[in-house]
């Protein structure tokens, strides 16, 4: 018999002691972090200073590893399938767990009845920026591409995901047509920005700041209420396309698991979470990269964060149609 199977027939005939004793030895041998996009993007970046605050409350190595494709379900679904013993967690993003069962014809998980979640950490206000030959403001670069119809690309983590969403959300409001093209993370589509092949791509405000300061890049607006104090230099949406109303969107991240891991390693797992993210280090360097961290501790608030997430983006889903299709 599996462990697995072994600790879910006690917990159903009420031997809730196994359970107890089995997660005193948690975690036994080094724990995987899958990250469903690849190196060097924002969602990867958050993953590693986690992974290594989780670790040292662990008293275990946690190991990232990135899992890239269909726009996060790849990953997602190797976590989905694997062991629910704690050993595999899944370092999700709005894109695979608000936005993945909205888009989807025929979605391959449920983001709420397959995973169990740990909680969600926090994240980084969206951003857009342009190549340096182009306009800089967002006013300008739709001016741009009503100019050169068919002639103006914008690069994405993947389609379908929360950046994605947001960019198409943003060309409806100001009517401009510029051509989608996916990348598998934001890496990829940062490289095409920088080596000319697409004029605009979207990402995370601390993700691309350093390549705006270096003049390889230059950011046009940050997708939130107000400027950042790391970038004041750096407009806001509506202020840099003239719109009327604030323009928010914000990637979040989320920790979860197998769905029915046992409630003694789900409670292990959200407590040296909320100590590890307390940790002044790790808030340091997310404030350095543009990130921040706003927590939702355990199964039931994690949840209930998600499923908001996903009720607010539904009708914008809904009216883009089939620009999401992927």
Not at 12 to 22: D, E, I, K, R, S
Not at 75 to 91: K, P, Q, R
Not at 248 to 255: F, G, N
Request: hydrophobic share 45%; aromatic share 6%; with cysteine.
């Amino acid at each position: 018999m599996q462990r697995r199977d072994f600790i879910q027939i006690c917990g159903a005939a009420g031997l809730t002691g196994a359970v107890p004793a089995w997660a005193q030895s948690y975690p036994s041998r080094p724990v995987r972090l899958v990250v469903p996009f690849p190196p060097g993007g924002p969602t990867d970046n958050f993953a590693r200073l986690y992974a290594e605050a989780l670790g040292k409350q662990l008293g275990q190595t946690v190991v990232v590893d990135n899992k890239a494709g269909a726009s996060g379900a790849i990953g997602s679904l190797e976590v989905m399938n694997s062991t629910a013993d704690g050993l595999t967690l899944l370092f999700g993003t709005a894109s695979t767990h608000a936005l993945y069962n909205l888009i989807e014809d025929k979605p391959r998980y449920d983001a709420s009845a397959d995973f169990d979640y740990v909680a969600v950490l926090g994240g980084a206000p969206v951003a857009f920026a342009v190549s340096p030959s182009m306009p800089d403001t967002i006013k300008g670069l739709v001016a741009a591409a009503k100019q050169n119809p068919g002639k103006l690309n914008y690069g994405s983590p993947g389609t379908g995901t929360l950046l994605h969403v947001a960019t198409e959300r943003l060309l409806q409001q100001t009517g401009a047509v510029i051509t989608h093209v996916p990348y598998k993370g934001s890496g990829p589509a940062m490289q095409d920005l920088m080596g000319g092949n697409i004029q605009m791509a979207v990402g995370t405000l601390g993700g691309m700041l350093p390549l705006h300061k270096s003049g390889r890049m230059r950011l046009v607006g940050v997708a939130s209420a107000k400027r950042y104090a790391i970038a004041p230099d750096i407009a806001t949406v509506a202020e840099s396309a003239g719109l009327a109303e604030p323009f928010e969107a914000m990637l979040w991240h989320v920790v979860a698991l197998p769905r029915k891991t046992p409630d003694a390693v789900r409670k292990t797992l959200a407590e040296a979470t909320r100590k590890a993210m307390a940790d002044a280090a790790l808030n340091n360097s997310l404030a350095e990269q543009g990130m921040f961290a706003d927590l939702h501790i355990g199964d039931v608030a994690a949840t209930a964060f998600v499923k908001a997430e996903a009720a607010k983006w539904k009708p914008i889903v809904a009216q883009l149609g089939k620009q999401l299709v992927r």
